[in-house]
């Protein structure tokens, strides 16, 4: 099987890696935490004038008609530079409904305000109890003559702050755990009865809780099926979750970078520490639970453009076990070999610990992804 990226790949691997050294230093991102919602929008308009926002889409939508492998150059670019700009969910999860089930008049309504950075989505999944199952759904969009009245709330919407639109999932009809009556609705982040509740999160980057109290939205904002929903939701997720994979990939990648500059450059006892041997197969055990999330990362790659949705979701549910398991692995053996100062806030290496477990608690967990893996046979 051919790993090696073509020239067109490697053309972009180096632009991005270059647009970023550039502009995204540990300093510079703590300044753009600081900006409203918690991100920068002159680095967002970098990444739209770079053609980044505009990969996955068709080239008739106005985008470049990448695919799998060019979003998980990008997200592990992303996650070394720990940068805090909403692309998972405008990009990946906005973008994938919108390719996946957009009609042609909701992509033509909001494809090209993404790629030219004027538009961000939002994705309003998660509710208190639902935790990681996406059919747990309690928000309500019932139908009226000219559209939909949705209620509900959701929790810990991701860009939630300052997305121009939200992606809702809501229930059509059915009882709160049925896996049909599902439908994903394009709601205004203006609409008349939204308020929001926003936060930083310990990632650094920010969310909301969101409630939607009688806010109608015309039959137009319906993606996709409304009834059936869920196969939908559960692609572009499963998508999503292959580009966190890249991503924590990214964040292991620096961090181990981080930590044997660290351990090459700290001195103990008038020796740096990098010269003790048992700190040597500390880093050496590192690398390894490196390059086991770098190759499932890869497969989860591959995993997206599966034709069957089983061994899409099996697959991709097993690289979420590895990455969960070796981001925490490493992780915390970084944090351990810069001693004291790795806890503190001016040390970035906390901060790639962090994003790293957010990550594994994102579309769920090691413990979720194995039972799931279990429970598909694919153990036995």
């Known amino acids: 099987m051919e790993f090696d990226l073509s020239d067109e790949q490697r053309i972009l691997k180096e632009s991005v890696d270059r647009l970023l050294a550039d502009a995204y230093s540990f300093e510079q991102r703590h300044n753009y935490m600081k900006e409203k919602g918690g991100w920068s929008r002159e680095i967002w308009s970098r990444l739209a004038e770079q053609g980044l926002l505009g990969l996955p889409f068709l080239e008739a939508d106005g985008g470049f008609g990448a695919g799998a492998v060019e979003t998980l150059i990008v997200m592990e670019a992303l996650g070394r530079a ?19 089930g957009g009609s042609a008049g909701q992509k033509a309504a909001h494809i090209p305000s993404i790629i030219d950075g004027s538009k961000t989505l939002a994705f309003a999944q998660l509710e208190k109890h639902s935790r990681y199952n996406l059919n747990d759904v309690t928000t309500s969009a019932k139908k009226k003559a000219d559209g939909w009245i949705i209620e509900g709330e959701k929790f810990i ?42 936060y930083p999160t310990q990632d650094g980057l920010h969310a ?21 929903g869920l196969p939908l939701i559960e692609r572009v997720v499963d998508e999503a979750r292959a580009a966190l994979c890249a991503e924590a990939v990214g964040l292991m990648d620096e961090s181990l970078k981080t930590t044997v500059e660290y351990l090459k450059t700290r001195k103990q006892f008038g020796v740096t520490i990098g010269s003790f041997q048992s700190l ?3 880093a050496a055990d590192m690398f390894v639970a490196l390059e086991q999330a770098r190759s499932m990362s890869m497969f989860a790659t591959m995993a997206t453009n599966f034709d069957d949705p089983a061994e899409r979701a099996k697959s991709i549910a097993a690289a979420k076990v590895q990455i969960g398991r070796s981001g ?6 970084s944090i351990q070999l810069h001693g004291g100062i790795g806890m503190t806030m001016e040390a970035k290496i906390g901060h790639y610990f962090k994003r790293l477990t957010m990550i594994e608690h994102t579309f769920g967990d090691a413990d979720y992804h194995l039972r799931r893996v279990s429970d598909s046979g694919a153990l036995v």
């Open 82 to 100: 720990l940068v805090v700009e909403p692309y998972l969910p405008t990009v990946v999860i906005g973008g994938g409904f919108l390719r996946h």
């Open 157 to 198: 919407v991701s860009n939630g702050e300052n997305a121009d639109t939200l992606i809702v999932t809501a229930r059509t009809h059915g009882a709160q755990r049925d896996r049909s009556g599902i439908g994903v609705f394009l709601v205004p982040a203006i609409a008349k009865g939204i308020s929001k509740k926003s």
């Open 208 to 228: 909301a809780d969101i409630v939607l109290a009688g806010v109608e939205v015309g039959a137009e904002a319906s993606i996709g099926d409304f009834d059936n």
């Open 280 to 282: 040597q197969h500390r």
């Open 328 to 333: 925490k692995f490493l992780g915390q053996q």
